[in-house]
């Protein structure tokens, strides 16, 4: 007999059943034990594995617990989750005096009827649960923040929009209605760089932060397209608006030298007056005595 199980357990691949794919139907149990692996789907007609019955101390309580003898300690866990009060990833469950893992299976570390466990509180999973739980919250509140803030860029972009066609078609647009929509996305972009996170979010609002970037240059253009419109208002070239203020000048200096030969004339013609009034009727001091 002996002989025999050790040829079974040596033998290879190439000499086991020929029923499908050899890596799908046999697996080397603990201890050496070569069995037919489980596949629940290959028969939903056999027969299902018993249930048994396990005492679970948690603190000075036992808990009896029916569970399926095949089940894995991971499910036991989740069945431990309502009595107990306790996360199933924070659960620590011994038996025979070693922690099992939580895929492995019941009947294969040997648990029967009756077998008697212990759960133990784990600080290590809770804590490493609660800071995945707080990463997990803060990406959501990132998420929604993004959304939200993409959600208003759109708005504006729309505006953008409507701003653009107006002047590209030669109108123009108040001041103010441009630098009002160049604060709000101004205003979005701050609210952006104040978003911390890794992951898609991160890309996400990488995202948005170009969108807005590119709206903001576009209106930086247009509102100097507009102010150039409005200089240019009334029709005039620049050519001709220089034209005009040079012969307006030039008028001006005209009128002016014309107003000071006037005045120099007049001048020399009181001059003139007044010599010759003293010179045909000089008066002397001395007459009067």
């Known amino acids: 007999m002996r002989s025999r199980s050790t040829q079974v357990i040596s033998m290879d691949r190439s000499s086991l059943p020929v029923t499908g794919d050899p890596d799908n139907e046999w697996e080397v149990r603990p201890g050496g034990m070569l069995v037919q692996k489980r596949d629940p789907d290959s028969d939903t007609n056999r027969v299902p594995p018993p249930t048994i019955r396990v005492r679970v101390k948690y603190g000075s309580v036992y808990h009896e617990i029916s569970i399926n003898s095949q089940a894995t300690f991971g499910e036991l866990k989740k069945m431990l989750s309502g009595p107990t009060g306790l996360h199933h990833e924070d659960q ?122 590119k709206y903001v240059e576009t209106l930086d253009a247009l509102k100097i397209k507009n102010a150039s419109s409005s200089n240019n208002g009334d029709g005039m070239q620049p050519q001709s608006r220089r034209t005009v203020v040079a012969d307006h000048r030039q008028q001006e200096a005209a009128k002016a030298t014309t107003e000071w030969e006037i005045f120099d004339s007049m001048a020399a013609q009181t001059k003139t007056t007044t010599t010759t009034t003293n010179t045909t009727n000089p008066i002397f001091n001395w007459d009067l005595i």
């Open 92 to 213: 620590k469950v011994m038996y025979k005096d070693k922690v099992r893992d939580s895929k492995s299976y019941l009947d294969v570390v040997g648990v029967k009827d009756r077998s008697k466990m212990v759960v133990v509180e784990d600080p290590i999973s809770q804590e490493r649960r609660l800071l995945e739980m707080r990463k997990n919250a803060k990406l959501e509140k990132a998420a929604k923040a993004v959304s939200d803030i993409s959600f208003e860029v759109d708005r504006l972009a729309g505006q953008v929009s409507a701003i653009e066609s107006v002047i590209s078609k030669g109108g123009k647009v108040a001041e103010k209605t441009l630098l009002n929509v160049i604060e709000l996305l101004m205003n979005q972009l701050l609210k952006l760089d104040g978003i911390t996170v890794d992951g898609d979010v991160k890309l996400q609002r990488k995202t948005q932060v170009k969108r807005v970037q």
